[in-house]
């Protein structure tokens, strides 16, 4: 049962780091398209992304506590 447990949090936390890149790097595109310029469009994204996993770390540590 441990075992299952370890397979499903590593297949969430895949699941969250890939939806964290589509996310950071949709706000990086549409920042740079906003013509801010390079280094403001990676900043953007990478804040979009670090959002994106703290949110759904945090959304899944929350989900797997037990009462």
Known sequence: MRDLRDALRLIWFLFILIFALLVGATGGLLSWV???GGASAILYGA?????TVGL??????FLQQRP
């Open 34 to 36: 906003d013509s801010r």
């Open 56 to 61: 759904g770390l945090a959304v899944c540590h």
């Open 47 to 51: 804040g979009a992304f670090a959002a």
